[in-house]
């Protein structure tokens, strides 16, 4: 099983590829970050980021992500996109920037049929590291450590991978999956939101419904 990560954001977005209940086997694809070694029951297929021009305005940036996505989404096939749920943050102008690259990458998912799972950061944290309130250099030491990568990623690529391992390790129907019960716990009450493809479809135009 495929799992797409991803950390939105309109000037960067970091995304990782994980998959789970994983054996040996060829894939191809961008030679952004490729894992040498496989992991008994997880295995990163890529991982980097997706970058907008600086002073370019949102109304340009916001296709350009979504075309993004939508390649990662054609070339991988994943089978669940995973990631953060949005919280409250202090400052309004990054939080609505993240509103903005998160509605880009849910509505990339729902036109690929692909279904989007969201997970608190804490949830994140807990699966990944086993501590809620672990910092993100903690977070990017695990994700190397968990996925066996030569070299840290950085920062948004290790919270998009982390959101892909939380979602392997505590989302639901992951059965191939060996996971402590404490990252199951992380990730059980997490919103599966199958049913986004076919709401947002169905409200587009030109659809058939």
Do not use: W
Not at 120 to 126: A, E, R
């Amino acid at each position: 099983m495929i799992i797409l990560g991803i950390d939105p954001g309109t000037a960067i977005m970091g995304y990782g590829l994980v998959e789970s209940g994983a054996v040996e086997s060829a894939r191809d694809g961008r030679a952004v970050g490729r894992a040498s070694v496989s992991g008994d029951s997880l295995r990163m297929l890529e991982y980097g980021a997706l970058h907008t021009p600086a002073n370019t305005p949102l109304y340009e940036r916001l296709p350009m992500l979504y075309k993004g996505v939508m390649d990662l989404l054609a070339e991988y096939k994943p089978d669940g996109l995973a990631l953060e749920q949005l919280f409250f943050n202090k400052n309004v102008s990054t939080a609505l920037s993240v509103g903005h690259a998160r509605g880009i990458v849910i509505l990339a998912a729902a036109h690929s049929g692909v279904p989007v799972s969201e997970y608190t950061p804490l949830q994140v944290k807990q699966a990944v590291v086993g501590n809620g309130h672990a910092r993100k250099e903690q977070v990017q030491d695990m994700v190397q450590r968990l996925l066996k990568l030569g070299g840290s990623p950085s920062p948004d690529a290790a919270d998009a991978l982390a959101c892909a391992i939380c979602h392997a390790h505590g989302g639901p129907d992951r059965s191939g999956v060996r996971a402590g019960a404490a990252r199951r716990r992380a990730g059980s009450d997490c919103r599966l939101h199958t049913g986004i493809a076919s709401l947002v479809t169905s409200a587009l135009p030109g659809s058939n419904s």
